[in-house]
């Protein structure tokens, strides 16, 4: 049985590969279209300055801006839960599926599936859900 602190640093690794490939797939379509919305970007490839971000980029950025309301949380109630020690094996399953959802929700929402992406948001906060109960119930 692996610790609460494995799944922990498991899942903010993953976590963090996953907001580092929304990233770079931002910049693919910015690099492979020569569109920069930034004018210093622009200038280095001579074109002018884009009035608006690509589509594929702008997807990307309101799943990054999503990301950034779900995954502090979720980085909040894991250390809390592992430092209260709570239930190693129900953190493998809650930790698991919350950053599987995550991924998940960044991929539907970069392809725009509905209703999958709210399924993956869905599971991502019944997860939350379930380490803050878990983290109550193990308080002494």
Not at 83 to 90: D, N, T, V, W
């Amino acid at each position: 049985m692996k610790s609460a602190l494995y799944w922990y640093s498991i899942c903010t690794v993953v976590l963090f590969l996953k907001m580092f490939a929304l990233s770079s797939y931002q910049g693919f379509h910015r690099i492979s279209k020569l569109t920069f919305k930034n004018p210093e970007d622009a200038a280095v490839v001579g074109k002018s300055p884009a009035t608006e971000e690509l589509p594929q980029v702008q997807r990307a950025a309101q799943a990054w801006l999503n990301d950034l309301e779900n995954i502090p949380i979720f980085l909040g109630l894991a250390i809390a839960y592992v430092l209260i020690g709570a239930s190693p094996e129900a953190a493998s399953w809650l930790f698991l599926t919350f950053t599987i959802a995550r991924i998940f929700h960044s991929l539907t929402y970069v392809l725009g599936l509905q209703p999958w992406r709210t399924i993956a948001y869905a599971v991502g906060i019944v997860c939350l859900l379930g380490m803050s109960g878990t983290i109550l119930a193990a308080l002494p």
